[in-house]
Structure formats: structure tokens, C-alpha cells
């Protein structure tokens, strides 16, 4: 009897380095026959924010708290949705408007898990995931605040 | 016990880590910001609105009232604003 792969590997990075999308979705899906659907979200440094210009973000994080703290999260994703794979891959380091920051891939069988997972992860890695945002524009230097907007994206997820 | 600062906190106390010992009297995260803001005007100035400051016990979130007993590292650090 063939048993249908199961297995949901989930890969978390954290890198200066940028990422091939399309490299990473055949990582995740290379010699399997059981996905039928993976989302892709790619998080891009803005040259506009709430209306004004930015120059540039530094992103930092806390090494190791930043690596648990996204795998709880995916592992957590696992039990709520029939997953076949994720891929976290969040960027460190200085960018420019247009560059990537950060990747989530989700794959399953069908696209409503991919999608739901996929949106789950990110508003969690908006939240509580330890990384912070630096912005340079035109008027100076300055951290980026929390949105209410995102702690009322997470907030959506609790389990009742 | 090990003590890690990140983002603006990190600026204002002007040091990522360091090492320190606060009295027995110090049982939670929210006297330990109390206690940290006492040690001088770049702590004060980075915990002067310690409802903002997030904690970490051993890389996990924990709320203010949160016991610090067998804590190896602590970390604070303002809401995260990744992704």
C-alpha cells in the first residue's frame, strides 16, 4: 500500500540575503505529487508610508526570539490547516524602496488552507514576531510605530 | 540575569546587553522596569512609558506581571512593527 506524503516541512530564515521566489516555491514542492495549491506573500520595502516618502528601512530582530517566535506560529498553522509545507524567509538589514523583506509560502492540498494559513502567519509576524523597523526620509530618521490595524489583524485569528 | 535591549529602547539605554543584579524585592518584569528606570536618565528616558515597553522572558512574550524568578535572559523592546 502507498501511503499518501504527508510530511509538512516548515523552513524558517532569517537573512541579509534576497530570495528567489520562485526558487523557494520548487524547494517546497519539489518531488511531491500531494500539493495542489501554494500561496506565495512577498512583503516589499514602500517608498510611500502613511503618505509620506521613505529613503530607506533597517530592519533589526532578535536573533534566536525572532527564529522561535515565527516556528510557533507556523507549527500552530500546521495543527489549524491541512498544510503540505511552509516557508518563512524574513530579510534583516538596510533596503531600499522595491526590495523584498519578507516570504511566506504556504502549500496544501486545496487553496482556501494555503490562503488562510498564509494570511494567518503574516498577521502574526506583523505582531509578535521580534523584528523592528527603522525609516529614513527627507524630514530625518525614525522607528516605525505598531499599527492598531495589525494587532486587530491578529486579534482575528483567537480561537474563542 | 542577561538583559537585552532592541529598537529604541537598545538607543535610549545605549547598550544592546548587559548583565545586572537587581534586589530580592524585584519579583516581576513590571517592578524590573521600575527598578531599570531608576538607574540613571538614559533608562529612565528609555522606560518612561513602560505600558509601550514589550518583555521577553527566555525568547518568549510575557505581560508585565510576569515573575522574572529563574529568568536566564530578559528582553525589552517596543511593539514590533516586522513583516
Redesign the interface.
Known amino acids: 500500500m502507498t501511503s499518501a506524503v504527508t510530511a509538512c516541512p516548515v523552513t524558517i530564515r532569517i537573512q541579509e540575503d534576497d530570495f528567489d521566489i520562485a526558487r523557494e516555491i520548487a524547494v517546497l514542492t519539489r518531488s511531491r505529487t500531494d500539493i495542489g495549491a501554494v500561496v506565495s506573500f512577498s512583503g516589499i520595502c514602500r517608498a510611500d508610508e502613511d503618505g509620506a516618502k521613505v529613503a530607506a528601512l533597517t530592519l533589526e530582530h532578535y536573533p534566536g526570539m525572532a527564529e522561535e517566535e515565527i516556528k510557533r506560529h507556523a507549527d500552530e498553522a500546521t495543527t489549524r490547516w491541512p498544510l503540505n509545507g511552509v516557508t518563512v524567509i524574513h530579510r534583516v538589514g538596510r533596503f531600499m524602496p522595491g526590495q523584498n523583506i519578507v516570504l511566506v509560502l504556504t502549500a496544501s492540498q486545496h487553496r482556501q488552507a494555503a490562503f488562510q494559513a498564509a494570511e494567518f502567519l503574516m498577521d502574526y509576524l506583523k505582531t509578535s514576531a521580534p523584528f523592528w523597523k527603522k525609516e529614513e526620509s527627507a524630514t530625518g530618521t525614525g522607528w516605525v510605530e505598531a499599527h492598531a490595524r495589525d494587532d486587530e489583524a491578529a486579534a482575528r485569528w483567537t480561537k474563542s | 540575569m542577561k538583559v537585552?535591549y532592541?529598537?529604541?529602547v537598545r538607543e535610549r539605554v545605549g547598550k544592546a546587553e548587559e548583565t545586572i543584579e537587581p534586589p530580592a524585592t524585584v519579583r516581576t518584569v513590571e517592578e524590573l522596569i521600575a527598578w531599570l528606570s531608576g538607574q540613571g536618565d538614559a533608562y529612565a528616558h528609555a522606560f518612561e512609558k513602560p505600558k509601550v515597553i514589550r518583555a521577553?522572558i527566555d525568547?518568549?512574550?510575557v505581560r508585565s506581571d510576569a515573575a522574572i524568578a529563574g529568568a536566564r535572559e530578559i528582553?525589552f523592546?517596543?511593539?514590533?512593527?516586522?513583516?
Open positions: 537585552k532592541f529598537a529604541w521577553a525568547h518568549a512574550h528582553a523592546f517596543p511593539p514590533m512593527t516586522g513583516g
